[in-house]
């Protein structure tokens, strides 16, 4: 079976951009969590879908939203781009909500 | 608020010299407890799921165990090719989000 695929692989956008990331989880999967990680502050939870449904947020604000098409794949967008914002952003998938995640290899987002 | 908290945050090992990660957690009904283990410019790999205090899963060196408040994992005789940042997260309650500690980096030297 492939794995969570994720694109693009890296990505360098300047700051008040917006950005789209998209993900395609593994075939039979329909729960898609996406995740920020960075030096410090390490892994953090942005939001969960689940059958096209976004069934869990993170406290991230609302510059960051996303969405599950009916395949499951998924797509999370970040508008107004701040520095900050720079980090791996890391898609996850799973066969429902109460099973481990499977993690893509991630999209390097730089905000220059 | 789930909480993971991770020790030590380095750990440097000769090959074949076996020592413990430990993740120590607080968390509203425990669904359950995650060992990844991630490669630098990678996303993490599962390793093993833990659901109840008790319970041990074993996977080549590898070996996880839980109890009500922490979850340790040994490494036995590892290799080099070990070395790699372990992360530890939990899932609870009604919410099904994962809350991840900040890992241990692990470094075995040949």
Known sequence: ?112 | EDQVTQSPEALRLQEGESSSLNCSYTVSGLRGLFWYRQDPGKGPEFLFTLYSAGEEKEKERLKATLTKKESFLHITAPKPEDSATYLCAVQGGSNYKLTFGKGTLLTVNP
């Open chain 1, 1 to 112: 079976k492939a794995g969570v695929t994720q694109t693009p692989r890296y990505l360098i956008k300047t700051r008040g951009q917006q950005v789209t990331l998209s993900c395609s989880p593994i075939s039979g999967h329909r729960s898609v969590s996406w995740y920020q990680q960075t030096p410090g502050q390490g892994l953090q939870f942005l939001f969960e879908y689940f059958s096209e449904t976004q069934r869990n947020k993170g406290n991230f604000p609302g510059r960051f939203s996303g969405r599950q098409f009916s395949n499951s794949r998924s797509e999370m967008n970040v508008s107004t781009l701040e520095l900050g914002d720079s980090a791996l952003y890391l898609c996850a998938s799973s066969p429902g909500q109460v099973n481990e995640q499977y993690f893509g290899p991630g999209t390097r987002l730089t905000v220059t």
